[in-house]
């Protein structure tokens, strides 16, 4: 029994899923589990390439395996040297002590760091623009530094332009039998976890996400084989402009994402109440999260995708509130921009949510702050509406003139 499928001559995905796991990195919720894609090319010459994340290590390796079907693996090629990926290098090289491991020298620089085994006999390293013959296929490498980590590279396949682009195109969400986004329904099933990953898993790293982007000959591509999720081998320029929007950090929609905290209902209550008369203006898209509730992860992606946001938080022990304080910690650590922010705070005897907020913001390129940041006392008074509504014209005006 295996599951495997060959998606292009002589190529074979041999990845894995994995549907148990509750939390990638430990820390981002999965509904739907997570794939860890591996490839493995039977040419003139075998070549495996990446491998899959330890917990799922012994399906994988009959895999390779039954796909080998008595062959040797002359090569295994490291795109990317994160545990998610590297779970089997070690057994890879006991069971096939010829393989030639391929890498770049910081790959097997981190390799050392987390391993025990002595590569120096099987290691073959690799630099920008070497290119790796299999036979009729071979595979070019592009350096493609911090789109996740440091020693990531990229490969295109330049007999028929197959791309392995390691975490970049990748997306959340095991793979349903069908491995090709053209099959699986992406807009519905697979979109907002693309977007979600994306945000949360490399956001950080739009600018090198574009600098490896322009260097790719995009005309020349006609499959994306990324670590996780679907492979795209049909309207590419769909994934294609996903990823340009997302890691420019332009947002696809305009409307706007209210997230808020709130321990007894009042900053909730104001959150409603703009969000009204948002709505009354004509604001059509319009989402709101509460911090403690939905996890950040979820808020990250919409805020990807929208173009404004209102937060408003209370302070709580002279300090913002805490699950505020730590999503906004995270946004500027993911590097968001280019996005129009209205602030509002809650406190009863001495504000430090507003401060703090604005602080963090500070933090964070081409971030515009929308109107007057308000500061309500516990709960918002009748007389006090007037102020909201002025918040209100100011960001519907901001919503049209970005439309
Ligand atoms: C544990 C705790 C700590 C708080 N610390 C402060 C504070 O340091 N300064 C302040 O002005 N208000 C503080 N407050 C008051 C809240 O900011 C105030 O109750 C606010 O209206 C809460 O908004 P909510 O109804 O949306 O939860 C604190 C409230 C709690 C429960
Ligand atoms: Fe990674
Ligand atoms: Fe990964």
């Not at 990324?226 to 769909?238: A, E």
């Amino acid at each position: 029994m295996h599951a495997v499928h060959e998606i292009a001559d002589g190529v074979f995905w041999v990845g894995m899923n994995d549907r148990r796991i509750e939390r990638f990195e430990n820390m981002f919720p999965l509904s739907d589990g997570v794939a860890y894609n591996a490839y493995l090319i039977k040419d003139e010459k075998t070549a495996l390439l990446d491998t899959v994340e330890s917990s799922v290590r012994d399906r994988f390796l009959q895999q390779v395996e039954n796909v080998l079907d008595g062959r040797a693996l002359d090569y295994l090629v490291i795109h990317h040297m994160e545990p998610d990926h590297c779970g089997n290098i070690e057994e890879i090289v006991r069971r096939y002590p010829e393989v030639k491991v391929v890498g770049n020298r910081k790959t097997f620089e981190f390799f050392k760091h987390y391993y025990r085994a002595d590569l120096s006999a099987n290691a073959q390293v690799v630099k920008e623009g070497d290119i790796l013959s299999l036979g009729t296929r071979s595979l070019r490498f592009y350096l493609a530094p911090m789109v996740h980590w440091p020693e990531v590279m990229f490969s295109m396949d330049l007999s028929d332009g197959m791309l392995y682009s390691a975490d970049a195109f990748g997306s959340f969400g095991a793979l349903p039998g069908t491995l090709f986004a053209d099959e699986l329904d992406f807009n519905r099933y697979f979109l907002g976890e693309t977007r979600r990953y994306h945000a949360n898993i490399v956001g950080r790293y739009g600018n090198q996400i574009q600098t490896v982007l322009k260097r790719l000959p995009v005309d020349s591509i006609s499959m994306i084989c990324p670590l996780h999720g679907p492979i795209w081998r049909k309207d590419l320029s769909v994934i294609w402009d996903k990823i340009d929007t997302w890691s420019a950090y332009r947002p696809e929609r305009t409307g706007v994402v209210f997230i808020y905290a709130s321990m007894y209902g009042n900053t909730a209550e104001v959150a409603e109440t703009l969000a009204f008369k948002l709505g009354d203006r004509g604001v059509g898209d319009i989402r709101l999260h509460d911090v403690s509730k939905t996890h950040p992860s979820h808020i990250i992606a919409d805020l990807w995708e929208y173009s404004h946001m209102v937060v408003a938080s209370p302070t709580y022990n002279m300090q913002l509130y805490p699950p505020m304080d730590a999503l906004l910690r995270e946004l500027a650590m993911l590097n968001l921009q280019d996005r129009d922010v209205a602030i509002i705070g809650n406190h009863t005897w001495s504000s430090a949510a507003v401060r703090q907020m604005i602080g963090l913001f500070g933090t964070m390129k081409d971030i515009r702050l929308l109107g007057e940041p308000l500061d309500i006392h516990s709960s918002l008074k009748a007389e006090e509406e007037p102020t909201l509504d002025s918040l209100a014209d100011v960001i519907f005006e901001s919503v049209l003139n970005r439309s």
